[in-house]
């Protein structure tokens, strides 16, 4: 069945990195648009970053820009963020998300599938 499965998620000091994994299996991955999100406590859910194959472009939130990259692995089913030079605002838990047909990572863009979430905590 169709669904997303996060992980990579630790607790890590500032300037640290960490690759955070969204594993499809059920997904033709090429087919799909996908999202990271995140939301900290107290805050909304914020849109971090989007990969869109129909486009062949990615996109990323101004907060997040030069220290964050988004990939996919088409054959193994995963999209992949890669966080640099963390610090501890980028504390939340992050989400990834599918759009289905893909939409162009539009900001209008609502996603039909959602992973569970993994835990990012910047910390001294």
């Known amino acids: 069945q169709i669904q997303l499965v996060e992980s990579g998620g630790a607790l890590v000091q500032p300037g640290d990195s960490l690759r955070l994994s969204c594993v499809a299996p059920g997904f033709t991955l090429d087919d799909y648009a996908i999202a990271w999100f995140r939301q900290a406590p107290g805050k909304e859910r914020e849109g971090v970053s989007c990969?869109?194959?129909?486009?062949?472009?990615?996109y990323f939130s101004e907060s997040v820009k030069g220290r964050f990259t988004i990939s996919r692995d088409n054959a193994k089913k995963t999209v992949y963020l890669q966080m640099n030079s963390l610090e501890s605002e980028d504390t939340a838990v992050y989400y990834c998300?599918?759009?289905?047909?893909?939409?162009?990572?539009?900001?209008?863009?609502?996603?039909?599938?959602w992973g569970q979430g993994t835990q990012v905590t910047v910390s001294s």
């Open positions: 990969i869109s194959s129909r486009t062949g472009s990615t």
């Open positions: 998300a599918a759009d289905f047909p893909d939409s162009g990572c539009l900001r209008s863009t609502i996603f039909d599938y």
